[in-house]
């Protein structure tokens, strides 16, 4: 498939109609997601009307937008409308939001059109996609391995061709893990740039809307698109965001890069191999680069599996059988809460509430939570030293490449330390981005990580575009 | 020793008021009690997936307005969630201040003069509200439960008193006192019968003289101020009973039942939830700056108690018990402002206050009132004698239900119209000539008689007459 800024183009100018380039991607999911399982609901009819209301601005000569046209696979925890919903759980099964999340809204304006909701794990809490109530996605490079996650199923909707754009949420690295597995580009902008209003919360502190691509201008135009303040988040940034599409050719000359061994080693070889010939690339576009540790990184992990399930622990409670969603009758309400969230949660979701349920607990909350929060002030502070020395850290986004279907689903610890790279950028509200380069000794994609300063997402995609130009080969299409 | 002289109480009030604002602490919607069920909802106070919640600047004003009416110090502040599942409860946490609160560290005086410490005053948003259906409404035998999420994110201000109450009265003092306070601000309609104005009661005794508290109940469900004097008399007489009879007071929340007057254990503080507070992610530091604090500070009119302070000064400096609770029921109800112009425009003070305390002040419960210059005028006829006091009355009354208008006017279609003093003479004269035994004994001394002679006059001029003018009339033919 073109890449989405020709697409927008040629429908903007009238050289192809919305209808077309829609009926295209419709089809080409109809033929291909039998064997992947990107999408949980594919919603023809809507992206017709929103196609013919694009085609209609054009034939009237009203601007369509900069995405007129571009179909775009929305994360299943972003609410839509009169669209199921799910999170990728039972609980949530058949439950149609009466609202658009804000990015929702965001895309029409700017003519894009929405054609399903994809897989995740369950309530985006896994690594794998395999934590979803309605079966895992398959990786389109190689349909015997994850395709990464949670966002798992945009991601392998963009990798797969079926659209050239996909939204992603990342609390840990849900959108660069998978983007790195996938082969494509995934990008988490700095928390509060893109507004959560409409995104089921996992862990609110940590959760941000962000972009898959297919290559590294696609993904700054899809920013440029949901980056703002909005009124409904209070957590949104009030300030104006740079446009980051204009200077995505300025090059690199100057720019200081540390490249991080606590985001590499650790790394299988094939991987961490990628990121040293990032790192000369940078070099030889005229970065100046150096090596950076920052030890602090090594304690995210388990501050981020404190915090995050302490959130999440909260934010769940309301999935109680009383409102929408799953009800399962019980003797009074407290045993009908009860038997609708044993029902309805999967294993990993129970896992994850008991644990941020007991560390706020009384008696655990200062040990716990409270400590953990000190390790994220710590992480905060470590990322400000490195930036007082250098622009922009590069290192892996995921240990590996992209790993057997069911090698991790009975080892959680090994699955969360999939996120290890990708944590600290949660935990200090810090852009990252995850851009393919190259392979590893299976042949499937490398992803290497790009970590920058909040609100420098501009920088993140000048960067990425000089390694996207020098990238070894071309990720090999699936 | 034994018997109730030999205890203590010791009380601390929990103070939930409701913002009289015109939309949610968290969202558009409308606050508005007495609607259908389930109109005033959305998104954010049905909790639905993916909402979020935005603070309502004019919420966070009416608080401020409550902390500096109160004395506190208002500070930077956070909000927090405070878990626990419960079907009115959209979200199954509430958001509320914890251990960052908005308001701390005031104080309130009672119009007796004593002090009682404010602890706090922090915000947070009520729940819905729960209807149990079948088997009495009981809601250990109920059959279903319906909900009712309008009352869903509406916002509260808990203020927590110090546990400086020491009897039944002072509590209801101070309950009456903050809700005129509360009113005064613009922060609450403070009517308990609606629930825009809850009261629970942390009650407790002890020896006199003791420095240390006993074990508390919290009781709950005191609905006026009639049950909140009632249900603390009530407690403080059954823990004295427990402890005298060798027993233990468990710390508990207590349901008052006002039928049958008394308190039923609800459930057990030991066993209660852990709430697992923290910081609620969705929303950011609330932090005042000065300049809002100090506009909030300046725009404050003036509390109940400087308005009892200018009322007494109206009276000359001084009121008698009588007009002391004329003052109160005035300030209550807030026609102070009309009393007072009607004495800036002349009337007595004494005269005007208990018009206001009583006539007008049966009538504004419905709403009724009337200007100050027709007030002022209508107790000049009174003063003046142009018209007697049922006459007065009588004309407020219509004054009332017009919104205000002439006095005289008034008077004047109600056939009120002052007598001349000539027709009045020859009416009086008629009087003696018809009852000569009478006027015989009345010209002997016995003063007794002028009631019959203006009963007869006011029968004779259909009541137009006035009284005080027919006394001196016949006090003149008397010589
Ligand atoms: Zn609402």
Known sequence: ?478 | MSGEAAWEMVIGLEVHCELATATKLFCGCRNAFGDEPNVNVCPVCLGLPGSLPVLNAFAVELAMRIGTALHCEIRPSTFARKNYFYPDQAKDYQISQYDQPINTGGWLELPDGSRVGVTRAHMEEDTGKLTHVGAGGRINSAHHALVDYNRSGVPLVEIVSEPDIRSAGQAKAYAAELRGILVATGASDGRMEEGSMRVDANVSVRSFGTDSFGTRCEIKNLNSLRSLGRGIDYEAARQIALIESGERVVLETRHWDESAGRTESMRSKEEANDYRYFPEPDLVPLVPDAAWRERVRAGLGPMPADRRSALVAALGGSASEAEADQIRAVVDLGLDELVRAAVDGGAPAPLALARAANEVAAQSDAGLVLTPESFAALLALESGGQLSATQSKAVLGLLLERGGGDPSAVAEELGYEALGADFLAGVVAEVIAANPDEWARYVAGDDKLTGLFTKEVMQATAGKANGKEVAAELRRLRG
């Open chain 1, 1 to 478: 498939m073109t890449d989405a800024r020709a697409l927008a183009a040629a429908v903007r100018a009238g050289e192809r109609t919305a209808r077309e380039v829609t009926e295209e991607a419709l089809d080409a999911i109809a033929a291909g997601d039998g064997a992947l399982h990107a999408f949980l609901l594919v919603t023809p009819d809507d992206a017709r009307a929103q196609a013919d209301l694009v085609d209609a601005a054009v034939t009237q000569g009203r601007d369509p937008g900069p995405l007129a046209g571009v179909p775009i696979a929305l994360k299943d925890n972003l609410c839509t409308r009169g669209i199921p919903t799910t999170c990728g759980s039972k609980i949530l099964e058949g439950w149609r939001p009466p609202y658009d999340a804000t990015v929702v809204g965001l895309l029409r304006d700017a003519g894009a059109i929405t054609v399903g909701k994809t897989n995740m794990d369950e309530f985006a809490m896994g690594s794998s996609t395999e934590n979803s109530a309605y079966g895992p996605t398959l990786n389109p490079h190689d349909t015997g391995k994850v395709p990464g996650g949670s966002s798992g199923g945009s991601a392998a909707s963009v990798a797969a061709g079926f659209t050239p754009l996909g939204l992603g949420s990342d609390t840990g690295g849900s959108i660069r893990q998978p983007a790195a597995l996938c082969g494509v580009v995934g990008m988490k902008p700095t928390y509060g740039r893109v507004s959560r209003y409409g995104l089921v919360a996992f862990a609110s502190s940590l959760d941000q809307i962000g972009p898959f691509a297919t290559n590294v201008a696609d993904a700054a135009l899809l920013f440029d698109v949901l980056a703002g303040h909005d009124g409904r988040d209070s957590t949104s940034l009030s300030s104006k965001p740079e446009l980051t599409v204009p200077g995505l050719e300025d090059g690199i000359d100057g720019i200081r890069v540390g490249v991080c061994r606590n985001l590499i080693d650790g790394c299988a070889p094939d991987v961490v191999a990628r990121v040293q010939e990032a790192a000369e690339t940078l070099a030889a576009a005229g970065a100046t680069v150096e090596e950076i540790r920052v030890p602090e990184f090594a304690y995210g992990l388990s501050a981020y599996y404190l915090i995050a399930p302490a959130e999440a622990s909260s934010n769940l409670a309301r999935y109680d059988g009383v409102r929408y969603g799953l009800r399962v009758d019980g003797d009074d309400a407290a045993a009908m809460n009860t038997a609708t969230r044993t029902a309805g949660f999967g294993a990993e979701v129970k896992r994850r509430i008991m644990l941020g349920t007991y560390a706020l607990s009384a008696g655990y909350y200062d040990a716990y939570y409270v400590q953990a929060q000190r390790v994220r002030t710590l992480v905060m502070q470590a990322f400000d030293r490195a930036y007082g020395s250098i622009d922009v850290l590069l290192g892996a986004t995921a240990p590996t490449t992209a790993f057997d279907l069911g090698a991790k689903v009975d080892d959680p610890m090994a699955m969360y330390m999939n996120d290890i790279c990708t944590i600290p950028s949660n935990l200090a509200g810090h852009p990252a981005l995850s851009i393919p380069f190259g392979t590893g000794v299976d042949g499937l994609p490398v992803g290497v990580q790009l970590l920058a300063p909040a609100l420098e997402e501009a920088l993140l995609f000048r960067v990425a575009r000089v390694l996207e130009a020098a990238a070894p080969e071309g990720v090999r299409s699936p």
